[in-house]
């Protein structure tokens, strides 16, 4: 999935299906990203899914979870990141990429390693893009219809 969707899916899972923060969701579901794509970028790793997209990292999330309500949703916004980035690639016909999962141990076969510009260009037509384009069509109409009948689509946000 694309970074803005696993936000907005962050964002939906807090204002809407759990009483856990939006704010504390959507930061944990861009810690991945954040830490792999400059870490790619500059070729400290080979790999867009690496250090922060690695399961392994349930025993720091753990503890973060313990912490509280914030460090709860963190938790659950990373691990929300992790399901979207395995259930992408299984849907686009590469379900051997889902050992990114287990990074450093194992590393996928033929990993697609792609920058984000040319990954972007390979997704486009892809199942999940499709997946992709029909939540994010589902939100805004959602979004309209709350706003049109006077609600605001932001209710549910806080801290």
């Known amino acids: 999935m694309l970074f803005p969707t696993h936000l907005l899916a962050a964002a939906a899972v807090g204002g809407r299906v759990s009483r856990l923060s939006p704010l504390w969701l959507v930061v944990g579901t861009a810690l991945p990203d954040v830490v792999d794509k400059p870490l790619a970028m500059v070729g400290i790793t080979e790999l867009y899914h690496s250090v922060g997209h690695s399961a392994l990292l349930v025993v720091v999330t753990i503890p973060v979870a313990l912490t509280g309500r914030a460090g709860l949703a963190l938790a659950v916004g990373w691990a929300l990141h992790l399901v979207l980035d395995a259930v992408h690639v ?32 390979y997704y486009v037509g892809s199942p999940s893009f499709y997946l992709e384009a029909a939540f994010w069509l589902a939100v805004v109409g959602a979004a309209l219809l709350a706003w049109r009948r006077g609600r605001s689509p932001l209710r549910g946000w806080r801290h």
């Open 90 to 121: 299984v849907l686009n016909g590469r379900p051997g990429d889902v050992l990114f999962l287990a990074w450093p141990l194992a590393v996928p076969a033929d990993p697609l390693a792609l920058p984000p510009g040319s990954f972007f260009l």
